[in-house]
């Protein structure tokens, strides 16, 4: 195995064994104890061999392995949490630059900020501010990374009152592909720090991010009510008139998914079509129970877990159904409304559905998210009321294929309801198109960053910003 690994360096054993001397973390080759453990990403899908991964200990450390990556002419990738769905943040014969071991949070509660390295996850991130009653948008599943998350913009439970990650951004220590440390803030870099909210890891790697806080829970009213599916139609029309009218603090998706062996779920539905809206409201939970009651009044849920909950609880609350390991795919789109035709399209694929794994999401956005100007961040689109994301996903490469093949007919259907464009964050490696219809005519501002900063594509295992030499 180490062989085959091995055939994918070029590297001097001489050159390895200086860049892991340089290194204050820990270098990995083919064949060391531990590289199995530390190529695997979340989406099964993509098993790859790296030539080296650098597992950073510090600023220090990431400044050395963009050195050593730019003189070896190595294909670099990024990593944080290992969240990504196209599989950018692992390669065949590069280098990974890992900051998972950087996952230090100083939190300020004063004044309401977060001092967190790019390592960090959601996990670790939630659990030190809300030892202070704070939080910020963060994801929805508490393994993921805050790094590649805030980069490509962040949708989450708290959005719709306080905004995307993104937008709580004050400011961050890059790493640019010619080896200084640079700081970006509305004060420093500005340009720089525009691309950051939403341009993804086109630019530099992050070594730390400072988060406006906001004060959360720490118990807040969420959680999933399920329907069967044959109430699909009635249940999704009730919700794109519901969320219509909904107030800030309410931010919810609707899910059609087949009933996964849960114990919160009663067994006689196991493997049967279930509609599911989850959802989480930011204020009081007196009024969270108010604004949550429509949703109950439906009648006869199949199980209705929605109540009081400690925001960490609820940050981590799907966490179970969502390992790592299995095969995923994404497609997604903004969608320009839920009306009875596109309603009706939804339900007929979510019928021919081939994986008890796949889901559809549709993720009511709009409130602080819309309100920030369209141009103040390079977050694509803040205006389109709903994100559709069409999740295929197999236990294993079993099934896979079909899976796809699903996503992708269902999402061609959905095209009269679509407005062509797409979240960074959700997107498979759908080629050079899909990027542009993400950032629409931010795309040319977003060239000239990345010819300043990264003119020769150094990082370009992203969704990537193509510079223009
Ligand atoms: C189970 C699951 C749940 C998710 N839930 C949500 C959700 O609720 N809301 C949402 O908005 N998105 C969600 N996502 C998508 C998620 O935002 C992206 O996959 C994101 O890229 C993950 O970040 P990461 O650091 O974990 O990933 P990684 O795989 O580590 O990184 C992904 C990419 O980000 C870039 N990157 C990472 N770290 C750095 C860095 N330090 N500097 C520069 N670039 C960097 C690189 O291009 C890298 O390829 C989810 C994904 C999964 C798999």
Redesign the pocket.
């Known amino acids: 195995m180490a062989t085959e690994e091995l055939t994918h360096t070029p590297l001097a054993q001489g050159s390895i064994a200086e860049l892991a001397q340089a290194m204050r973390g820990e270098l990995i080759a083919p064949g060391d104890p531990g590289y199995d453990e530390a190529r695997r990403?979340?989406?099964g899908v993509h098993d790859r061999h790296p030539a080296l991964i650098a597992r950073c200990a510090g600023v220090a450390d990431v400044i050395r392995a963009v050195e050593f990556a730019r003189s070896e002419e190595l294909v670099v990738?990024?990593?944080?949490?290992?969240?990504?769905?196209p599989g950018?943040?692992t390669v065949d014969g590069g280098i990974v630059i890992d900051?998972?071991p950087m996952n230090a949070v100083r939190v300020d509660p004063e004044g309401r900020t977060a001092l967190a390295q790019?390592?960090t996850?959601w996990s670790q991130f939630d659990h030190e501010t809300q030892a202070f009653g704070l939080a910020t948008t963060?994801?929805?599943?508490s393994?993921?990374?805050?790094?590649?998350?805030t980069?490509?913009?962040?949708?989450?439970w708290l959005m719709r009152k306080h905004g995307l990650?993104a937008d709580n951004l004050l400011a961050a220590d890059?790493v640019t592909a010619d080896g200084r440390l640079v700081h970006a803030s509305e004060q420093e870099n500005q340009e720089l720090f525009w691309g950051l909210r939403g341009g993804?890891?086109?630019f530099?790697?992050?070594?730390s991010f400072e988060y406006r806080l906001h004060p959360v829970g720490p118990m807040v009213t969420a959680g999933p009510i399920f329907y069967p599916g044959d109430r699909a139609r009635e249940i999704l029309r009730f919700y794109r008139d519901w969320v219509a009218e909904a107030p800030d603090e309410l931010t919810t998706l609707v899910n059609l998914l087949t009933a996964p062996p849960a114990p919160f779920l009663p067994e006689e539905w196991h493997g049967k079509p279930l509609v599911a809206i989850i959802g989480m409201h930011a204020g009081s939970i007196e009024e969270g129970e108010r604004a949550m009651r429509p949703l109950r009044e439906l009648g006869d849920p199949v199980a209705d877990l929605i109540g009081p909950i400690p925001y960490v609880a609820m940050q981590s609350l799907i966490d179970p159904l969502?390992g790592p390991g299995a095969h995923?795919y994404?497609k997604a789109g903004w969608l320009g409304g839920l009306d009875d035709a596109a309603i009706d399209t939804l339900i007929r694929h979510r019928d021919t559905v081939t994986s008890p794994k796949s889901e559809i999401h549709v993720q009511h956005v709009g409130g602080a998210v819309a309100r920030v100007p369209a141009d103040a961040t390079a977050f694509g689109e803040r205006s389109a009321p709903f994100l559709l994301n069409v999740i295929a996903s197999t236990f294993s490469a079993d099934g896979y294929d079909d899976a796809v093949a699903w996503a992708q007919g269902l999402y061609g259907a959905m095209s009269p309801a679509l407005t062509g464009g797409t979240?960074v964050?959700?997107l498979s490696a759908e080629g050079d198109e899909r990027v542009r219809a993400a950032y629409g005519d931010k795309y040319e501002r977003l060239v000239a960053l990345k010819d300043e900063y990264d003119p020769t594509n150094l990082?370009r295992?992203?969704?990537n910003i193509t510079p223009s030499a």
């Open positions: 990403i979340w989406n990738a990024v990593r944080g949490g290992a969240h990504s769905i950018f943040s900051l998972s790019a390592g996850t963060g994801g929805l599943v393994s993921t990374g805050i790094a590649g998350f980069l490509g913009g962040g949708i989450g990650t890059v993804g890891g086109n530099g790697i992050a070594t969502w995923s994404f979240y964050n959700f990082f295992l992203n969704q």
